[in-house]
């Protein structure tokens, strides 16, 4: 009787075990995977914050902006993939529903941050190029103003689904969580209509905007530069502008599908996807984070100067010719000269 009793007793404490609604084997190869991508996101990005801190000199008004860049990735990293990371590892998300909150909550905001960031890169980079009077006026003070309001912009709406507009939960497999997107009420739906739209479709219509007018533009002055027998700077201005085109053109594709797939779901409620399917465009939106230093890593040669002698500690030395400037941005000598190299890589 009494290793019967305490047998119930056991049962009684013993934890209840949710049923998984995907194959053990594939929450192995999810976590496996996020694993991997954990460990160079949060290595890449912590080296662009650690070159930028020890090169002060690197800190001019648009590389301010990649270093919010940088923070914000890491924060996805650490928020996002490391927690995915341990979930899939135990096959459910088992860190209670506060936890499930705060991932939704980190994870939405810093991707909005990301891409807000990415917003604000392209709106200085169009004012530097294509207003040369209000380019003049862009300094660290300026680019600090901007990420402050994205900063306060994006937290807004991260924090309003604490508040009841909207919510945070499960997703897909139900080892991350993420904005309520299958909730059915208005709350709901004017939040997420709002949110798509000022969120996500205004920043892609203003980075859009100005990478077209950006390339207009420096085709335009390259021309006039030939024409008046100048030196062409196409190579140079034209790579400048593919850092950051590439850079943006990974978060799309890394966070469209999620989008797109979340939208589906607000207009048609009633429409079944997979947990797999529903859940593979949230795993690839964690890999953004990975591409953007490696991207600023190939296009930059002062920076991969400067991470290169990070990661040697002090033994790798720099090659730069005797004319070569650390500053990103020359002096001005005639109009034409001081447009021109005010298109210098970032």
């Known amino acids: 009787m009494e290793s019967n009793s305490s047998s119930n007793i056991d049962l009684r404490l013993m ?6 609604i995907f194959p053990r084997v594939g929450y192995s190869i999810l976590s496996f995977l996020m694993f991997i991508n954990t460990l160079f996101s949060v290595f890449n990005n912590s080296l662009v914050i650690s070159v930028m801190l020890k090169n002060t000199y690197l800190l001019n008004a648009m590389n301010v902006i990649i270093l919010s860049l940088s923070v914000s990735d890491l924060m996805i990293a650490c928020c996002g993939s490391a927690i995915v990371t341990v979930t899939n590892y135990q096959g459910s998300f088992f860190l209670g529903d506060e936890f499930c909150v705060f991932q939704g909550f980190a994870v939405n905001y810093f991707g909005l941050v990301s891409l807000c960031t990415l917003t604000l890169l392209a709106y200085e980079r169009y004012n530097v190029v294509c207003k040369p009077m209000a380019g003049f006026k862009l300094n660290v003070r300026r680019s600090c103003y901007g990420l402050m309001f994205v900063w306060s912009f994006c937290l807004f709406w991260a924090v309003t689904p604490l508040l009841g507009w909207s919510s945070y939960g499960p997703e897909g497999v139900q080892t991350s969580c993420s904005l309520g997107w299958e909730e059915r009420s208005w709350s709901n739906y004017s939040y997420l209509i709002l949110y798509t739209i ?21 085709r335009k002055l390259n021309k006039s530069v030939e024409l008046q027998g100048g030196r062409s700077s196409l190579e140079e201005n034209e790579r400048a502008v593919r850092m950051v085109l590439a850079m943006i053109a990974a978060f799309f594709i890394c966070w469209l599908p999620y989008t797109v797939l979340s939208v589906i779901v607000v207009v048609d409620p009633e429409l079944y996807i997979p947990p797999l399917v529903a859940t593979m465009p949230m795993y690839f939106a964690k890999t953004s984070p990975v591409y953007n230093p490696i991207i600023y890593f190939l296009s930059n040669k002062q920076f991969r100067d400067c991470a290169l002698e990070v990661l040697s500690c002090g033994h790798y030395i720099p090659h730069r010719s005797p004319n070569e400037s650390v500053k990103m941005i020359s002096a001005p000598r005639s109009r034409i000269t001081s447009m021109n190299n005010r298109i210098v890589p970032i």
Not at 201 to 212: D, K, N, Q, R
């Open 15 to 20: 934890p209840t075990v949710k049923p998984t």
């Open 198 to 218: 000022l969120c996500f479709l205004l920043p892609t219509g203003i980075i859009i905007y100005c990478y077209t007018k950006v390339l207009i533009f420096m």
